[in-house]
């Protein structure tokens, strides 16, 4: 199992796979913003991937839609309700702050 650090917040823990690092971080009692639930229509969950990206399920169309459509460049940005952990390895992440 990999671990999950939100280096802005310095915060780490085992990130198992299959969930979404939005669901992780809020069973990690991670204060993370998710206006529409998690259901990609908000953007509000957005994150900045640093590394580990490779251990994540791939951007698809839909998401960068939501993201661009409020603003974000989704080269950039990832949506953490749609960013699941596919494979066991570590990922670094920062949570920007709420809009
Ligand atoms: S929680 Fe709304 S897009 Fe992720």
Redesign the pocket.
Known sequence: MGEIRIENLDIVYKAEEGNSI?DLNLENDVDHT?????????????IVVISGSENLSDQEEEERD?LEAYGWNADEYR????CFVEEDGDIVLNLPDPE
């Open positions: 939005l998710n206006d529409c639930g998690g259901n990609c229509a908000c953007s509000t969950c957005k939501i949506l953490a309700c749609q």
